[in-house]
């Protein structure tokens, strides 16, 4: 019987005892009132005896409580499910790996007048700065203007752990299909062109990527797709790197570009056997990043027929970047390169890596590259770059000839404002110098105005 039971019994009863003992007392002639004080007692005295067992219960109750626990252990609950894998902020699952999706669109507006005659329509000279190109020994044209979103980038991207292992991916597209690229009579259109494909696993990459013989961190920020292009070592290509903490090496795709002896048009001679060699430092800190790198190259050239070629040579160089925190709202970025046989990694190969003696040698051309840029924020979200880019080629008339290129120099000057997150509208100013090896020379101006949105 429970407690409540028992209290409501014990209430019965000593309203029982009371209804008795009002009809015991009016029988024998007692007093009411005497009679109703002496059920009330009785009624209280029924109750006090019902407390005490009560609490006698409960206390017996709690000791077989403790001795049961003390007896048994509590029984298992259920397994707790595993925790759910952390919901990224960026990005979306899909099993082991969080996947993420971006790019930006952007409009490019151009006017630009050439001093000796402008690039035919679809040349990529109409898109970005390539200093190889300007036009030079003609005769100047009006402005040329034109407008293109084909440096509209997508990237995607994959960060995950498999079998303790840290693994990623990238895949990074634009539409700057240079060849064909310039119908822009109805459609204007564009196919998407491979920038980026790599996987990296702990330490290591491979796919396509950056040269390790090139410091991306450092480039300035330009209206330009590249900026200071005859100044900056810019390459990407398959390879396979390994880094371990400020240190990287790499062996990269061969490729060999050569004068012919006399002068002519370039060749590129696909017959390396030897991979591509760099190694770089980097060190990081509040002052900013520095970086060293250094690269070592085989050079070789095979042709069959009467008069068969077979010749290699070396090349080599050495890159040293740097940016420079200058207080909150400045800051300044350098780089300088040089060497022999590395004229495709400098400048969108101004310069070949080599040229053909009479005798079918192999002749490494050597060149000295460098920019320096500086950066100063005005205001949040306004800023300005200062850039001057210069390249020049030690070329030997006597093997090359004087139809070479022999130096070119550039000056940029740009505002860019972002009125809101990841929009960028801005406007850049600039001229550019190409001269030959003979002293011929043609230069080009532009005005650049862009709107760029990333994702």
């Known amino acids: 019987m429970t407690h409540g039971h028992l209290w409501l019994c014990g209430a019965a009863s000593a309203a029982l005892l009371l209804v008795a003992g009002a009809a015991d007392a009016q029988t024998a002639g007692q007093d009411p009132m005497e009679a109703r004080i002496a059920a009330l007692e009785a009624q209280l005295n029924a109750l006090r005896a019902e407390l005490a067992a009560t609490r006698g219960e409960q206390a017996q109750t709690r000791q077989d409580v ?3 626990s003390q007896q048994t252990p509590p029984p298992a609950g259920p397994a707790a499910a595993p925790a759910a894998p952390a919901t990224p902020t960026n990005g979306f699952r899909i099993g082991d790996h969080t996947v993420t999706v971006g790019g930006f669109l952007k409009l490019d507006m151009t006017a630009s007048d050439y001093s000796s005659g402008d690039p035919a329509n679809g040349d990529a000279l109409r898109e970005f700065y390539l200093p190889g190109a300007i036009p030079v020994g003609g005769s100047g044209e009006d402005t040329a203007l034109d407008f293109n979103a084909r440096q509209t980038r997508l990237w995607l991207a994959t960060q995950g752990e498999v079998a303790g292992h840290r693994v990623g991916s990238r895949i990074e597209m634009d539409f700057q299909v240079l060849p064909g690229a310039g119908d822009q009579r109805t459609t204007s259109p564009a ?4 920038r980026r494909a790599f996987v990296t696993i702990d330490n290591w990459l491979f796919g396509q990527e950056w040269t390790n013989f090139q410091n991306t961190t450092v480039l300035p920020e330009t209206a330009d797709y590249i900026g200071p292009s005859e100044g900056t070592v810019f390459a990407r290509q398959a390879q396979v790197r390994y880094t ?4 990287s090496v790499s062996i990269e795709n061969p490729e060999t570009t050569l004068s012919p002896f006399g002068g002519g048009a370039r060749i590129i001679a696909d017959d390396s056997s030897l991979p591509d060699f760099t190694a770089r430092y980097t060190r990081t800190g509040a002052w900013g990043e520095a970086s060293l790198a250094g690269m070592a190259r085989q050079l070789k050239y095979e042709t069959v027929g009467a008069t068969p070629i077979d010749t290699d040579a070396m090349g080599w160089g050495l890159s040293a970047a740097a940016r420079l925190n200058l207080g909150a709202n400045d800051d300044l970025r350098l780089m300088i390169s040089g060497g022999e046989g590395i004229g495709r990694y400098i400048g969108l190969n101004f310069a070949n ?3 053909l003696t009479a005798s079918g040698d ?3 051309i050597g060149v000295v590259a460098g920019f320096a840029a500086w950066r100063h924020v005005w205001v949040p979200g306004v800023r300005t770059n200062l850039i001057v880019s210069h390249q020049s080629v030690d070329n030997d008339p006597t093997l090359t000839g004087l139809g070479v290129n022999r130096s070119a120099t550039s000056w940029r000057a740009n505002v860019v404002w972002s009125p809101i997150r990841a929009l960028d509208v801005g406007a850049e100013i600039m001229t550019g110098e190409r001269e030959l090896q003979s002293g011929v020379t043609g230069d080009m101006t ?10």
């Open 66 to 68: 403790i001795l049961l």
């Open 191 to 194: 196919n998407l062109s491979l």
């Open 244 to 247: 371990r903490g400020p240190f």
């Open 353 to 355: 890596d080599a040229v």
């Open 362 to 364: 192999l002749e490494p």
């Open 446 to 455: 532009r005005l650049h105005l862009f709107t760029r949105y990333g994702f």
